[in-house]
């Protein structure tokens, strides 16, 4: 597949700002800049040339018979998403072969794959990034394989087996450009404690769902007493797919009959002016225009009833706040319509000259069943593969699969990154009351109207 090379800048300005949603629901980087077991650390772009085991192979080089294979990851990955753990029984099993894992700091290092992978060189045969819409601008420039001219979709891990949607997070067209890792979904986080105290949980101790979002705010205001917080929903950097994900429960669908994002919707507006009310009110809090983190900080230490983010974040929160009260439901409509939904994705550069390798390590230890549900268990980071499922520990994994199994990602929009950039911004105007909500919507669409929505 030949791209245009004239639009990979434009391309690759799209993907580098798509992380930010993985990056505000799936961790905080700083606290995770560890690796642990045999990892070893790294600068640019991922493992030193002389460790590299494709270092130095063209496109699509030849890979039958290579025994040593670097991967590459995001460091939060390597505890979260237990890539070390995957390494270790990957290298236990296969004495035949050495794979080392090499974590890397940040989303910025991809720019300098891209250089490196653009002159036939790779320091990584296998790498994993925050976000599969980050692996486009790779796509974009024939640097990466398509998972679709391989074996990969044979066995556990053929197509069928893999949940709802997921797979087209990591494809465009025909071109399966990433294999889906670790799934969130946006959800409503609960603390079933505050939710018991204000007299909303049946006889059974299980919560009542709110049937719309008139009944949320009003659960909000009930549970908003004693210094604690009814409701948060993440306002800030990544209001967009609170948006999103919204509106996929409330109809169906984020587009128009044409196939474009909008919001100019019944459903949208009438939620919106709840939005409003709801923080006008004080029941659902601002926290999060000015730290993303505010509101999974806040659920963490049992200070709020609702957190609408990502639905990792009871799990996460397990521990502080208890098992017993840490659980997810789906905002009104999620169960039948579905949520936004994202994930981590692995690429193989075609440089690499140990692709062979690369997909049987991909098939064999990052799909582990046990790496996949310890993931889920601990940090609420789902499997991808649907009979993985049954492994979770945790009373909100029917709920959260049943999200996921209908969810859809955002739009692979050449100009995203600036409707992502500008929607905080124009939703905070218009919930303090500096835009009217008709003003609001035009802004919207009109900035959606003038989006590049071309990826090549």
Request: aromatic share 10%.
């Amino acid at each position: 597949m030949q791209r245009i090379w004239r639009k990979a800048s434009l391309v690759l300005l799209t993907c580098m700002l798509v992380f930010l949603a993985a990056c505000g629901s799936s961790n905080s980087k700083s606290e995770n800049n560890a690796s642990t077991g045999s990892a070893n650390t790294s600068t640019g772009s991922g493992a030193s040339q002389e460790n590299a085991s494709g270092s130095g192979g063209g496109p699509n080089a030849g890979s039958s018979g290579a025994t040593k294979l670097t991967v590459a990851a995001e460091s939060w990955m390597v505890e979260k998403l237990f890539v070390q753990q995957a390494v270790d029984k990957f290298n236990a099993a296969h004495p035949e072969y050495t794979v080392e894992l090499v974590p890397y700091a940040d989303p910025t290092v991809l720019s300098s794959f891209a250089l490196q992978w653009a002159k036939g060189e790779t320091d990584a045969d296998v790498v994993i990034i925050d976000g599969t819409s980050n692996a486009v601008q790779f796509m974009a420039r024939d640097l990466i394989i398509n998972f679709n001219e391989t074996n990969f979709f044979e066995g556990k891990t053929a197509k069928e087996n893999f949940v709802g949607n997921v797979l087209s997070f990591g494809a465009y067209n025909d071109f399966q450009f990433a294999i889906p890792f670790a799934l969130e979904a946006y959800a409503f986080n609960a603390n079933k404690a505050m939710f018991a105290d204000a007299g909303l949980t049946d006889a059974n101790g299980n919560i009542i769902p709110p049937a719309n979002w008139e009944e949320v705010l009003e659960y909000a205001r009930k549970m908003h007493k004693d210094g604690k917080t009814g409701m948060t929903l993440q306002w800030g950097p990544n209001a967009l797919y609170t948006m999103i994900a919204t509106e996929q429960a409330a109809r169906g669908s984020f587009y128009d009959d044409e196939g474009v994002l909008t919001f100019d919707t019944p459903e949208m507006r009438q939620i919106l002016e709840i939005w409003k009310k709801g923080r006008d009110e004080g029941v659902f809090s601002i926290d999060t225009y000015t730290n993303k983190d505010a509101g999974r900080n806040n659920y963490k230490a049992g200070q709020v009833g609702i957190l609408f983010e990502s639905g990792s974040r009871a799990p996460e929160a397990a521990p502080t706040i208890g098992a017993e009260n840490a659980t997810v439901f789906g905002a009104p409509g999620m169960e039948t319509n579905g949520s936004f939904a994202f994930s981590a994705g692995i690429i193989v550069p075609r440089a690499s000259k140990a692709q062979d390798l690369a997909i049987k390590f991909i098939q064999e230890a990052l799909m582990d069943e046990e790496v996949q549900a310890n993931a889920a268990s601990v940090w609420g980071k789902l499997p991808v593969i649907a009979e993985y499922f049954d492994k979770i520990d945790a009373e909100w994994k029917t709920t959260l699969y049943n999200i996921i199994e209908k969810s859809v990602t955002s739009p692979f929009y050449r100009d995203f990154p600036v409707i992502y950039k500008e929607t905080p911004v124009l939703l905070q105007f218009y919930l303090n009351g500096e835009l009217s909500l008709d003003d609001f919507i035009k802004q919207m669409e009109d900035m959606i109207a003038n989006a590049g929505k071309e990826i090549s």
